[in-house]
């Protein structure tokens, strides 16, 4: 009988997850697919936004600016890559200006005291490569940019350590509770004393299992360009200022160092995929153009697109739906930012009811495959070696695909977008399994999604430059 059962490993599962596993109590984190952050967590911006991201008097205003202030201790313990680089919302006019002015009250409210008007002198000073025609900024120095599948398998592993139990591969299909819960999945059912749901887009389902009502998920789709790292000339994150006609695009450099361009925000209405389209990709492009302009569309690598899991009333759900459990959904963005903060809130909350004991021999420390020393390379672009993939292949989360490899070591992630890699990477995982290399594969979403093929982003003609 497991004392915590947390549903869905994405960042938010992961954070609470790790955070119980510093107490004494028996813990299981189910997960539907093969693999840990394949939901929102897998494909977002990794910003760690600052206080402008949520307003004040919501969940948000008060998760976000805390979870920002966490980033830099929980990446000295995790180890999954965190940079502070600062970020810059670009005006374009008088009337931006008018909104930035807002969004820094609004900030200031929440918490935020290290934000800065900027001339448009000094945008120009901070960032020479801008295009032309900013007017003003506002500068936010404590906006940080992280890799998001990167802290999520940082978290669940250092938790695995503390103790947790994962179950890939388990989609939860019904709940029921009379002295405790019962949790069935399409591969058995497991005993618990309390439920979390942090299921993503399913916690709406979740909660309709556990007996509430209160939460409709509605999913909103965003797309990305992702480009070499010869394509940042950046030093910070850009945003433009939003406005009635719409969000503006974001450029940022990954934590990484490649050129991240996106993402438009499109609801999904019917089918629910990770597909990316033509169109969108085109107009995400162009408008980036406003921001930096000197970007060069042969250099694309790939499109991706993520789904955010937006709540009814656009706020996170966090609260009790049962004596024994407790519902985290809509955690659209700014989600990752505030993940530390929601697993401290959950805590408090569980802390409320019931008494929890902290272990004395919590480790919180977990290593970076990164600090494993690198020989014979087998990922030339990303200049990965044969250990280091080995540690991953030995990691306490079982990696069955490639891209399970890619998202640990970043081997296939470069210029060649895996073509010269990924045959070896598959062999090294069908030795370890002692499986056929044949059998081993890509990825294991039961949909595989539709991409632009890159050619056609790079054969884009940008008429409007
Ligand atoms: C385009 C985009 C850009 C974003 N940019 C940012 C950003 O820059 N900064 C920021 O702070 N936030 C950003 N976000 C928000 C952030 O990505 C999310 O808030 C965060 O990833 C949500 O994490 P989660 O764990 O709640 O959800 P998910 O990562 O989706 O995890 C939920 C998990 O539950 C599993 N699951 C669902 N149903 C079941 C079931 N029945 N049984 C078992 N498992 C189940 C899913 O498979 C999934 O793995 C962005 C989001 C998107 C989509």
């Known amino acids: ?37 394949l939901g929102a967590s897998k494909a977002n911006s990794g ?67 290290d934000i800065r008007m900027l001339s448009k002198e000094e945008v120009y000073d901070l960032e020479p490569n801008l295009a032309e ?15 998001p599948y990167e802290m999520t398998i940082a978290l669940v592993e250092n938790a695995l350590d503390n103790g947790l139990d994962l179950f890939l591969g388990h989609e939860v299909k019904e709940i029921s509770c009379n002295d405790h819960f019962v949790v069935t999945t399409n591969k058995g059912s497991l005993k618990g004393k309390f439920i979390i749901n942090a299921a993503g887009l399913g916690s709406g389902l979740i909660n309709d299992m556990l007996g509430n009502h209160e939460l409709t998920i509605h999913p909103r789709r ?25 969000k503006g695009v974001l450029v940022t450099q990954t934590v990484h160092g490649n050129l991240m361009i996106g993402p438009d925000a499109e609801d999904l209405m019917d089918e629910v ?24 569309v042969k250099r694309a690598l790939t499109t991706f697109s993520g ?33 530390p903060a929601i697993a401290d809130y959950v805590l408090d909350l569980i802390l409320s009811k019931h008494e929890l004991t902290l272990k004395s021999d919590f480790n919180p420390i977990r290593n970076s495959y990164y600090s494993i020393p690198n020989d014979q390379v087998i990922c030339l672009c990303e200049q990965q070696g044969q250990s280091r993939i080995e540690a991953c292949l030995e990691g306490p989360i079982e990696i069955k695909t490639t891209d399970g490899v890619k998202r640990r070591i970043r081997a296939g992630m470069g210029n060649c977008q895996g073509k010269r890699c990924e045959a070896g990477v598959r062999k090294m995982i069908a030795d370890h ?31 409007y430059k």
């Open 433 to 463: 399994h002692q499986m056929d290399e044949k059998d081993v594969l890509k990825r294991t979403e039961r949909r595989m999604p539709k991409r632009v093929p890159i050619e056609m982003i790079r054969n884009f003609n940008l008429d």
């Open 222 to 246: 965003g797309q990305y360009v992702l480009f070499g790292k010869d394509q940042n000339k950046l030093n910070h994150v850009l945003f433009q200022t939003p406005t009635e006609k719409g």
């Open 1 to 37: 009988m497991y004392d915590f059962i947390i549903i869905g490993a994405g960042v938010v599962g992961a954070a609470i997850a790790r955070r119980l596993s510093a107490y004494d109590c028996k813990l299981a984190l189910i997960e539907k697919e093969e693999d840990v952050s």
């Open 307 to 339: 789904i955010r899991a937006m709540s009814h009333n656009k706020d996170f759900f966090i609260k009790y739906v049962h004596d024994h459990a407790i519902t985290v959904g809509g955690i659209d963005s700014p989600g990752l930012t505030s993940s």
């Open 273 to 296: 995929s990770t597909d990316t389209s033509e169109e969108r990709l085109k107009n995400i492009l162009k408008l980036a153009e406003k921001t930096y302009d000197a970007f060069n």
């Open 47 to 113: 910003i760690v936004h600052g206080g402008y991201a949520g307003k004040y008097g919501t969940l948000k205003g008060q998760l976000c600016i805390k979870g920002n202030l966490m980033f830099d201790k929980l990446n000295e313990e995790l180890n999954f890559g965190f940079k502070r680089i600062g970020g810059i919302v670009l005006g374009f006019s008088e009337d931006d200006l008018e909104i930035l002015k807002k969004q820094q009250d609004n900030s200031i409210k929440v918490g935020q005291t």
């Open 133 to 147: 025609g900013v007017t003003c900024g506002m500068y936010v120095p404590s906006i940080g940019i992280t890799s």
